[in-house]
């Protein structure tokens, strides 16, 4: 069945770094668009970085741009966030996604979750 889990989550203090990173398995991984999205306590989910499904095309929320880095390995079938200069503000739960439209079908598979927390 199809599978994505999140993994390196955790407490990191301000300014440091953590890498997220996201396994897939159940469905051919490198015909999907890969996205990061994360949700913080009373907030809505909201949008981190994408990826085309070749990798050569990504975007990034304004507040995580020049400090997240989306990539993703299409052999290994990984998506990781790489997250750089960490803010109290970049506490949530994030979550990875693989999404496509398929003759006009859309496809959503959605991760568990992997909690982050910027604190001193």
């Known amino acids: 069945q199809v599978q994505l889990v999140e993994s390196g989550g955790g407490l990191v203090q301000p300014g440091g770094s953590l890498r997220l990173s996201c396994a897939a398995s159940?469905?051919?991984?490198?015909?999907?668009?890969m996205s990061w999205h994360r949700q913080a306590p009373g907030k809505e989910r909201e949008l981190v970085a994408t990826?085309?499904?070749?990798?050569?095309?990504?975007n990034y929320a304004d507040s995580v741009k020049g400090r997240f880095t989306i990539s993703r390995d299409n052999a290994k079938n990984t998506v990781n966030l790489q997250m750089n200069s960490l803010k109290p503000e970049d506490t949530a739960v994030y979550y990875c996604k693989a999404e496509r439209v398929w003759l006009g079908v859309p496809y959503r598979y959605w991760g568990q979750g992997t909690q982050v927390t910027v604190s001193s």
């Open positions: 990826s085309t499904s070749a990798g050569s095309s990504t």
């Open positions: 159940g469905f051919t991984f490198s015909n999907y668009a």
